[in-house]
């Protein structure tokens, strides 16, 4: 537990890292008040499905105080911002020696708002360093999401003779307009030069943003594709070099549309025992199935200017409710797909019980494809490297054998993040077992509690085969959006179980039998989580793994020493 003058000299710390932040590269903001049309909620805000209140005239300022929550719910090893309000993730770039993760941001106040794209750098994906702000708003907009890439070869002309270097395409969003950007970096990302003839695309629509850059070999041109938002519309767009874009092709209406598309992105993703094919990602807000915002996705075939999706049928990238705006790293060593989502809900991110800072991004997540039962192609998502991460594990062991109706508690290890592992097999349904939760449901549960009655509860029904993931029993935030419960159907008749679970202080990632399913949800719980308790009801339950880790803290370490 933090005390009080422990969370004054957090804010303190934030409140000179965001001095720095603009000391360090002064700004180019406008002021966010002046000048717009309105739009239909009568605001000066962007057009977009979500409101803005930091554009408001009047605008939201900083809060000069912070509060316990803002400590007790920062995560020890998912990024989040020292200050102001994060979202969707930007630019995600490998430049040859670290990972670059670029974001929209408000500097100023943990609300939406004068969006710029905050910085941070990484040699591994989970140690991130604060750089200072990348791109600005300017009288010409904010600055909305994007993406960069490497641009080796100085296909755009824009850098010194045999060199290259990062290039970012990003969304210039204004009240009335929203057109494509082009801004390049000679120092490794750090800062950005707005290209003089920018915008680089322009359809002169209000609702037209989120571009994704990548680099198409079999036609040796860049691809981007960008979100048609109202229109429910994915534009494709071709150039050799990055300034002059030709319109190839459009995909949508199709899938669930909601009120807007947005943060495209296409990826070949490989199919394991070989071969690949081109998934095409796309997020929604608001109109999710859980309501809010969600990431759904599509599986076909690019033929450098179409894509084609196999069937008609859309499939969503988490069973939770938090998880948006996924997107692809660039220039990645390996070769392998890795995406790194918000994790966060447009429903109540403006919500959260922090006073200084709001959003955070999920665990960077390596991606493939595999058959289901009916041979349709489906997402696989593991966390990537986390076993560097690991403390000792605990010693703890339950039982390989639990019986109908047993339970095993253990402490968690002193950490703010844990994983487990578990594998487990359920026994067959019994003959003449009555209804109810003691009865026909031969269920094996997870329970994560604290001495203040709070439960995180995640489960499995071996008789269905439906998984469940609930946070209703914790006291920390309420919200009418903020829904208590998720579940997600695996393969029919199986009663064999694989968890992967990392729990880190305000967030919970559920990887389901090797990544078969995935469930991201925020947690605020009253006080820390600190047991875990293993029961099975209806049926007995064989245990042929369990593995309990702590987590060292990566991200902002230094504020427990404050």
Not at 36 to 63: M, Q, Y
Not at 238 to 260: A, H, K, M, Y
Not at 343 to 364: D, F, H, I
Not at 395 to 409: C, F, I, L, Q, V
Request: net charge negative; glycine share 8%.
């Amino acid at each position: 537990m933090l005390t009080r003058r422990r969370t004054a000299g957090l804010f303190a710390a934030a409140t000179q890292s965001i001095v720095s932040l603009f000391t360090a590269k002064p700004a180019a903001a406008a002021d966010p008040t002046e000048g717009g049309s309105p739009l239909r909620r009568g605001k000066t805000e962007p057009e977009a499905s979500h409101p803005e209140p930091a554009d408001r005239p009047g605008g939201i300022t900083p809060t000069p105080s912070t509060t316990l929550s803002d400590a007790e719910y920062r995560p020890a090893i998912h990024f989040s911002p020292r200050i102001g309000f994060m979202n969707d993730p930007n630019g995600l770039v490998h430049d040859g020696k670290q990972w670059h993760l670029y974001y929209q941001f408000d500097p100023f106040a943990p609300y939406a708002g004068r969006v710029h794209w905050g910085h941070a750098t990484s040699p591994d994906l989970y140690h991130w360093q604060d750089q200072p702000v990348a791109i600005d708003q300017t009288a010409a907009g904010e600055a909305f999401s994007g993406s960069a890439v490497m641009d080796t070869h100085n296909s755009s002309g824009l850098f010194a003779e045999n060199t290259g270097g990062i290039v970012a395409l990003y969304t210039r969003a204004a009240p009335d307009r929203q057109s494509q950007y082009l801004a390049w970096s000679t120092d490794s990302g750090l800062s950005f030069t707005e290209y003089a003839q920018n915008p680089v695309l322009d359809l002169q629509l209000s609702s037209f943003r989120d571009p994704q850059v990548f680099f198409h070999a079999p036609t040796q041109r860049w691809i981007m594709c960008v979100a048609l938002s109202r229109a429910h519309q994915i534009a494709f767009f071709g150039s050799t070099n990055l300034l002059q874009w030709t319109e190839l092709s459009r995909f949508g209406p199709s899938g669930i549309t909601g009120v807007d598309y947005e943060c495209p992105n296409l990826v070949e993703v490989p199919i394991e025992g070989g071969k690949t094919a081109w998934v095409l990602f796309v997020s929604i807000n608001p109109g999710a199935p859980q309501g809010g915002s969600a990431t759904q996705y599509f599986v076909g075939t690019f033929d450098g200017s179409r894509f084609v999706p196999e069937s008609d049928t859309v499939e969503f990238v988490d069973f939770a409710k938090d998880f948006y705006a996924l997107q692809f790293f660039t220039n990645v060593p390996s070769g392998n797909p890795v995406s790194i989502g918000w994790l966060n809900n447009w429903q109540y991110c403006q919500e959260t019980p922090a006073n200084s800072w709001r959003g955070v991004m999920s665990l960077p997540r390596r991606v493939s494809l595999a058959p289901d039962t009916t041979q349709r192609l489906k997402l696989i998502q593991q966390p990537e490297n986390l076993t560097a991460l690991r403390g000792t594990a605990s010693d703890a062991t339950p039982p390989s054998r639990m019986e109908a109706g047993s339970s095993w508690e253990t402490p968690l290890p002193a950490s703010g993040a844990h994983e487990v592992r578990i594998s487990a097999e359920i026994d067959a349904q019994p003959a003449g077992l009555p209804p109810g939760d003691k009865g026909r449901s031969g269920r094996f549960v997870l329970n994560f509690l604290n001495s203040n009655e709070e439960t995180l509860s995640i489960g499995f029904d071996a008789f269905t085969a439906q998984l469940w993931l609930d946070r209703g029993k914790l006291k920390g935030f309420s919200h009418p959006f903020f829904t208590n419960s998720f579940s997600a159907a695996l393969t029919p008749d199986q009663r064999k179980i694989t968890l992967h679970i990392v729990l880190d202080k305000c967030s919970v990632e559920v990887f389901v039998n090797n990544g078969q399913q995935t469930g991201s949800a925020l947690l605020f719980p009253a006080t820390p989580l600190d047991r875990l308790r293993l029961s099975a009801t209806g049926a007995g339950a064989t245990l042929s793994h369990f593995e309990l880790f702590p987590l060292k803290q990566t991200v902002r370490a230094e504020e427990d020493q404050l």
